[in-house]
């Protein structure tokens, strides 16, 4: 049974870089079945895709965040990271690792269908 | 940008109900619509994705339907463990989800 599990620090200060990283177990990125993604939720708020990356490196970023994100993939540890830099305190949310479909025309579903449990991010001085 | 809206907000309902809730798209996206069923403290978990088609596992009293840039999920008879949060994601240009609609005990 696959399972996610997102890991890093709970409070970065602003201006700083949010560091966290999703491991998978029970399944292997490299096996090219899914895409990886990561999703963030504000305290009381709705979901926002942040980008995906593929085992070959591949990656797609959410266009409001492009230019303060890199996800990145070791296939060896069986693990993807995000980094966020320049944080502030709308940068405080759960942020969760989850993964969508990946088909063998190139395409992927777009949805997801396994996530992490979520780790809290306060960014605070 | 797809913005995404969510009607109602909010929805007081009873066991045994049938609830409707409504997805909008700022523009067309086919079919390209999932939901998911959110509770507090827990990851979201997916119920519907191609606006109709059943995730495995989830149980039959929930449905989905629309195209284009209107979409409902309906649950058939309220359970207690329906109580929850529920949100619509678009995945005809990238991904981006609606703000929620928390369906609450009347």
């Known amino acids: 049974q696959v399972q996610l599990q997102e890991s890093g620090p709970g409070l970065v200060k602003p201006s700083q870089t949010l560091s966290l990283t999703c491991t998978v177990s029970?399944?292997?990125?490299?096996?090219?079945?899914?895409?990886w993604s990561w999703i963030r939720q504000p305290p009381g708020k709705g979901l926002e895709w942040i980008g995906y990356i593929y085992y070959s490196g591949s990656t797609y970023y959410n266009p409001s965040l492009k230019s303060r994100v890199t996800i990145s993939v070791d296939t060896s540890k069986n693990q993807f990271s995000l980094k966020l830099s320049s944080v502030t305190a709308a940068d405080t949310a759960v942020y969760y690792c989850?993964?969508?479909?990946?088909?063998?025309?190139?395409?992927?579903?777009?949805?997801?269908?396994?996530w992490g449990r979520g780790t809290l991010v306060t960014v605070s001085s | 940008d797809i913005q995404m809206t969510q009607s109602p907000s909010t929805l007081s309902a009873s066991v045994g109900d049938r609830v409707t809730i409504t997805c909008r798209a700022s523009?067309?996206?086919?079919?390209?619509l999932a939901w998911y069923q959110q509770k507090p403290g827990k990851a979201p978990k997916l119920l519907i994705y191609k606006a109709s088609s059943l995730e495995s596992g989830v149980p039959s009293r929930f449905s989905g339907s629309g195209s284009g840039t209107e979409f409902t999920l309906t649950i058939s008879s309220l359970q207690p463990d329906d109580f929850a949060t529920y949100y619509c994601q678009q995945y005809n240009s990238y991904a981006t989800f609606g703000p929620g609609t928390k369906v609450d005990i009347k």
């Open positions: 989850a993964r969508d479909g990946a088909h063998s025309s190139g395409y992927h579903n777009w949805y997801f269908d396994l």
């Open positions: 523009q067309s996206i086919s079919s390209w």
């Open positions: 029970g399944g292997s990125i490299s096996s090219g079945d899914y895409y």
